[in-house]
Structures are given as C-alpha cells and as structure tokens.
C-alpha cells in the first residue's frame, strides 16, 4: 500500500515583496474586471456585427497561442521584477490613451480589437515573469498558501468588485471605467518596481543560445517531468470543457432552466463564493492529503459537478453544482500552479509555464466552438455533458502521473510523477 506523500505548508510573509506583490496582482484583477465588462457594452454601440464583436474577446486568447512561448523565454532571460513594472505602466499608457479616444468620441471597433490583442500580448511576458518571480519571494513551503493568497484575492477583486462597480462608472461617462483600469496598472507598476531587486538564482545560458533553443528546452523539460507533463496535459482537457461550458452557461442557465438574468447572477456567485471557500479552506486540505492527490480529487469532483449541471433541471441543484465547480476549481488552479514552481528548475520557470498556458489556453476556444455545436444539435444542457466527458478524460491523464511515494522537487523523469490555471 503506498503511503500519501504530505508536505509541510505555512503561510506566506508580508515582508520581504510578497503583501505589495499581492496589493499590485489586486489592484490589477480589479482594473482588469472594470475593462473586461466595458469593453463589449462599447463594442455592441459600436457596431451590430456579431462576428467583430467576438472578435474582441478572440483577441484575449489569440497572443497567448502566438507569442505565449516567446514571453516565457524572455521572462527567463530578463530581470523579471523590471520587466513586470515595464509591461504594466506600458499598459496603463495605452489604456489611457484608449480612454482618452472614447472620451472624445474616436473609439472604434478595429481599435478595441488592437487594444485586446496589444494587452493580452504584453501580458504574455508579465504572467510568465510573474510565475517565475514568486519563487524569490516566499520561502518554499509557504509557495502553496502564496499562491492561494493571491488567486482569492484576485477573485474577490475582479469576481465580487469589479462587475459591480462598473454600471457606477458607465454612468459617469464610457471612458470612465477604462481610466480607472489605467489608473490601477500604474499604481501596480509602481508597487512592483519598489520589490526587492534581488533575482531568483539562475544558471546562465549556454554562449551562443537563442531564443528558439532556449523554448525548445523549456518544452523538453516539461515533457521529460512525469507529473508536470500529465498536469499539462490534463489541464489542457479541462480547458477543452471550460471553454464549451463558459461559452454556454448563459444558455443553459436563462433556456434551459428558464432562470433568467437573475439566474445567471445566482450561478455566477455560487461560482465565485465556491472558489473564495477553496482558497480559504485549500491550505488545510492539501497539510491533510498532499497537492497531487487534491489534484486529483478536484478533477474528479468537478467531473460530478457537471454531470449534475446537464441532468437535473433544478436551479437549486444548479448553484449547488458550480459551488462546487468553483470550490474544487479553485483547489486545482492553486496547486497545479505550485506544484510547476517547486518542480520547475529556477532558469527555466518561466518557458515551462508558457508552454503549459499555451498549450492550456489552446483548448478554450476549441471547447467553445464544440459547446455552441452541442448546444445548438443536442440541446442545451449538452455542452456541460460534454465538458463532464472532457474532464474524465483529464482525470485519466492524472492517474499515471501520480506517484505519491516520490519527493517533490526532482526535475528527473525517473523521480517524478505530475501546472497550469484554468
């Protein structure tokens, strides 16, 4: 019988960068929920196109497939707390600029689209530094409960602040919310510039390396890692799901259950209070079972979840079921991400977690696409069906890659079993 590998977690200190990483990565989370929520009401009076208006959103996921493996090679070669300060004050500049064109009437959609699609390219090399910063600040053991503190945060901020806030600001004014979003990446730039300077220890690269070698080894060290390459892989499955249930919750909610906008409000709390109680709660749980096991056990209980949300047409089982989904999702986002940090060698943090965004983020439009297909041939409730089959098959990429007997921290296949949000 094999025993459950459990690791000591603790709280992260507030000292030493991590309490004005944590304020910046809100501050951001709360800017980036204001803008996220304009920016579609300005795009429906900018134009009745259908096909351009999704356009914007595709935007959000098209730099990631395209650049998302240059920005991890960068954020390994570059000072990533410099870089990070730079993206973001770069951001706030052109969001402000935006503002300025709403404010006198020259917003376009062609010009949302460059702005969605320069943001999203920018935050290609911040996500990827910033995973790959985080490491410097806390102290091993407490990398769990960090990343724990920020996902919270960043999910009370943009989750249960940012929507809210946003009919107050419209009312003042379409250019309002987009310069307070401006006005959050500024302030953030500046709280991470006044980090530590001090970098993560890394190797220097081999004379001669390129960019294109330096990616290629980040690929290669997340295939040669048993349990990174089966989070990867499963992650990416999981996202195949997300994408078609996110693209027609709306549907399922307001047809399917006849709920109506208030409906969709409940099942989007319940989501959102659910992924607060998994970050508050998460810590105790994996002290108790270890990271790769709750890993697993959020796959399969989310896997449930689904199945509930396209069987029983009950409204009540509905909110009970995304509760659920966002608690167990939470748990999983949490750990896989630290599990890539403690696993990952420091000069090659941030090409591993591009190449797990990347391939991660790859799956969500395609899920969207065969969610609206589903919908639309079998019925509403089907897309949550089939991200249940979707999320079987990501737990089945798990199972091999749990090995509880093994340490974590080895970056050796033959050592290893099991990153990536979602």
């Not at 304020?23 to 009076?45: E, I, K, N, Q, Y």
């Not at 910063?133 to 407490?142: G, H, S, T």
């Not at 065969?370 to 409730?381: F, I, M, R, S």
Request: hydrophobic letters at 55%.
């Amino acid at each position: 019988m094999t025993t459950v590998e459990v690791e000591s977690v603790r709280a992260p200190a507030w000292r030493g960068g991590f309490g004005r990483l944590w304020t910046a990565a809100v501050l951001s989370s709360f800017g980036d929920a204001l803008r996220t929520a304009a920016l579609p009401l300005l795009a429906v009076t900018l134009t009745d196109e259908p096909l351009l208006i999704a356009s914007v959103t595709a935007c959000g996921y098209l730099p990631w497939l395209v650049f998302g493996l240059l920005g991890g090679a960068v954020a390994d070669r570059v000072d990533q707390r410099r870089a990070m300060w730079l993206v973001d004050a770069l951001r706030g500049l052109l969001v402000a600029a935006f503002a300025v064109a709403v404010a006198l009437g020259h917003a376009s959609i062609g010009l949302l689209i460059a702005l969605a699609f320069a943001l999203t390219t920018l935050q290609t090399l911040f996500d990827n530094a910033a995973t790959a910063l985080l490491p410097a600040l806390v102290d091993r053991d407490a990398l769990g409960s960090a990343n724990a503190r920020l996902m919270t945060g960043q999910r009370i901020a943009g989750g249960l602040l940012g929507g809210p806030v946003v009919p107050l600001l419209l009312a003042a004014g379409a250019a309002v919310p987009f310069a307070a979003d401006a006005v959050t990446f500024l302030v953030a730039a500046a709280l991470i510039a006044s980090l530590p300077a001090a970098a993560p220890d890394r190797k220097p690269g081999p004379a001669g390396s390129t960019l294109r070698r330096e990616i290629a080894e980040g690929l290669r060290t997340l295939a040669r890692d048993r349990a990174l390459r089966g989070l990867c892989a499963a992650t990416a499955l999981c996202n195949i799901g997300m994408g078609a249930l996110v693209a027609t919750l709306v549907v399922l909610v307001t047809g399917w259950l006849d709920a109506g906008n208030a409906g969709y409000g409940a099942a989007m709390t319940a989501y959102t209070v659910g992924s607060l109680a998994g970050g508050a709660l998460g810590g105790r749980l994996v002290a108790r079972f270890g990271r790769m096991r709750m890993v697993l056990v959020a796959g399969t209980a989310q896997t449930a979840a689904l199945l509930v949300m396209g069987s029983v047409r009950s409204m009540v089982a509905l909110v009970a079921a995304l509760a659920v989904f966002g608690f167990m999702g939470m748990l999983w986002n949490v750990n896989t991400t630290t599990l890539m940090q403690q696993r990952s060698p420091a000069e090659l943090l941030g090409r591993v977690s591009s190449a797990y965004r990347t391939l991660a983020i790859a799956g969500a439009p395609l899920g969207a696409l065969l969610g609206g297909a589903a919908a639309t041939t079998w019925g509403e409730n089907t897309p949550a069906l089939l991200a249940a089959a979707f999320f079987v098959l990501s737990v089945t990429a798990l199972i091999p890659a749990r090995r509880p007997d093994v340490p974590v921290g080895a970056p050796q296949d033959s050592a290893i079993t099991g990153h990536g949000n979602r």
